[in-house]
Nanobody, 120 residues
Framework: QVQLVESGGGLVQPGGSLRLSCAAS????????MSWYRQAPGKERELVAG????????NYADSVKGRFTISRDNAKNTVYLQMNTLSPEDTAVYYC?????????????WGQGTQVTVSS
C-alpha cells in the first residue's frame, strides 16, 4: 500500500521557519523524483520545489527561491522542505508528490497534505 505522509505543518509567525517532512512507504522511494506542491484557498495547486531521485538536482518556484530548501534521505524514505522567512503568502496546504517517469507514462503518488498558516 502506497503512502505519503506529510508532517510538520502548523501556525507560524511571519519571518519564522518550518520544516515539512514526507515519509514514503509502499514503493521504491529511491526511483522516484519528489516534489512539494501547495494550494492556497481559491488558487490552483502549484509546484514549490522538486528533487531528482538521487538528490543531485533541485528546482524551485521563483517565489520561494532562497527561502526554501528541498532535500531527501533515501535511507529513510523521506523528503523534507525547509521553509525560512515565511510570509502570509506562503499560507497553503502543502502536498508531497512522488513521480516516476517511464516510457510513455508517468506514475504519480500524492500525500494528504499538511496545512501551513503564516500569521501574526
Amino acid at each position: 500500500q502506497v503512502q505519503l505522509v506529510e508532517s510538520g505543518g502548523g501556525l507560524v509567525q511571519p519571518g519564522g521557519s518550518l520544516r515539512l517532512s514526507c515519509a514514503a512507504s509502499g514503493f521504491t522511494f529511491r526511483l522516484y523524483a519528489m516534489s512539494w506542491y501547495r494550494q492556497a484557498p481559491g488558487k490552483e495547486r502549484e509546484l514549490v520545489a522538486g528533487i531528482t531521485s538521487a538528490g543531485g538536482s533541485t528546482n524551485y518556484a521563483d517565489s520561494v527561491k532562497g527561502r526554501f530548501t528541498i532535500s531527501r534521505d533515501n535511507a529513510k524514505n523521506t523528503v523534507y522542505l525547509q521553509m525560512n522567512t515565511l510570509s502570509p503568502e506562503d499560507t497553503a496546504v502543502y502536498y508531497c508528490n512522488a513521480r516516476r517517469s517511464l516510457t510513455g507514462y508517468k506514475i504519480d503518488y500524492w500525500g494528504q497534505g499538511t496545512q501551513v498558516t503564516v500569521s501574526s
